[in-house]
């Protein structure tokens, strides 16, 4: 089946070439970092001589350390050329960032790769490069890419269907109607990353505690919580373990870039609170698979995650608001830009108008203020300067 191209992420790291700098795509495994890859490597092969090396395939198991992930490159370079040296899944690789600082400082060699796990750019191995690399985040598909993959036009069911299954781009090859065998292809990431990624990788031992530590981020996605709490948690359910662990664990899970730790800021005094955190999936799908056995979709949760997900792929820096003691769902930078969004499966009721409107009329700044809303008929609802829009209407034309 032909390869679907997510022009922008290319278009970006082709932009970022011949500047002596390493290229590192990261994101969650699936997420489509591979697929960009070798588009990129069919592109650049006009261009110059490109060396391919996919960690993951078993004719690589040889390379374990950076001098023979070196030696491989050294062995396939054409003088004469400008090589692109393309290397899938790095982290695989012992102690790679000393074979990439080397090659990057080349004339005449680029450097793109691919990791899965957020280890790769801890601030030792980041200091290595001297600030000779540049990271490109790949996310799964938003929605307006969901729709491109699956050939739809923008509706009520396309966007459920968006919001349930979420956008690891391999799924769109899997008929929306074979439930079965998208739930099971889902299951196998997750276990690949719970295995492959943390597991292993990390030594787990209460493996257990690290799958219920996950199911329970997925079923209190959007909820304020720390180690301790979750520990407290864990202790009423006869699961006694320390904030610490819980703490290490965490750690983990946002490692693999599954899930993102979202840090809550002080509008007033503008400044990060350092304990109780927001926990959001990178994809709707995994998300949802593993709160599978609840008899619905838990649309404010998913609905929540999906905004917070376009913020992200936008190029939003993103945070929980708090004011006053009131909380605003998501405050948002990029660059001077500032905005604030409140999510709300409905806004009809008095209540629930009064506390989404209401919460954002108390920040006295005239930066965009949003409320998104599951209503398809909100249509544009303005209030003090304040835009209601249906989540369709915001994930699609709002914000880009």
């Not at 790679?96 to 680029?110: H, N």
């Not at 990060?272 to 959001?280: A, R």
């Amino acid at each position: 089946m032909e390869r679907i191209c997510r022009g922008d992420y290319i278009a970006l790291v082709r932009s970022l070439l011949g500047k002596g700098e390493a290229v590192v795509l990261t994101g969650h495994r699936r997420a489509g970092k591979s697929c960009i890859l070798e588009l990129l490597s069919a592109e650049l092969s006009a261009a110059g001589h490109v060396i391919y090396i996919d960690m993951e395939d078993p004719a690589n198991a040889d390379i374990t350390s950076f001098w023979e992930l070196s030696e491989k490159i050294k062995a396939a370079l054409e003088e004469g050329h400008h090589n692109f040296v393309l290397i899938d899944e790095v982290q695989e690789v012992s102690e790679f960032e000393k074979a990439l600082r080397y090659w990057v400082k080349q004339d005449g060699v680029d450097v793109v790769v691919t990791g899965s796990n957020a280890a790769m750019l801890s601030s030792d191995i980041a200091s290595s490069f001297a600030g000779r690399y540049h990271r490109v985040h790949v996310s799964s598909l938003d929605y307006r890419e969901f729709l491109l993959f699956y050939e739809l036009d923008d509706s009520d069911n396309a966007f459920s269907q968006y919001l349930r299954w979420g956008g690891l781009p391999f799924l769109y090859r899997i008929p929306l109607e074979d439930e079965r065998t998208r739930t099971e292809y889902l299951g196998s990431i997750y276990d690949t990353i719970f295995v492959k990624d943390i597991v292993r990788r990390k030594n787990v031992r209460n493996v257990s505690l690290l799958d219920n530590l996950a199911r329970f981020v997925a079923d209190n996605c959007g909820k304020v919580f720390s180690a301790n709490s979750i520990a407290k948690y864990l202790k009423g359910s006869s699961l006694s373990v320390s904030a610490n662990t819980v703490g290490e664990y965490m750690d983990a899970l946002c490692d693999t870039y599954m899930i993102d730790r979202v840090k809550r800021y002080d509008i007033k005094g503008k400044s990060i609170f350092e304990q109780q955190d927001k926990y959001y999936f990178e994809d709707l799908g995994l998300r949802n698979y593993l709160c599978r056995d609840k008899r619905s979709l838990d649309v404010e949760k998913v609905l929540e995650g999906a905004v917070y997900l376009k913020l992200k792929r936008s190029g939003y820096e993103v945070y929980v608001g708090q004011l006053n003691g009131k909380e605003i769902d998501f405050l948002a930078r990029r660059g001077d830009e500032v905005i604030y969004v409140q999510v709300a499966v409905q806004v009809m009721g008095e209540d629930t108008y009064e506390r989404e409107f209401g919460n954002l009329k108390l920040i006295k700044d005239n930066y965009p203020k949003y409320v998104v809303t599951m209503d398809p008929n909100v249509g544009l609802i303005h209030d003090s300067g304040i835009v209601a829009c249906s989540a369709r209407q915001f994930l699609l034309n709002f914000i880009s």
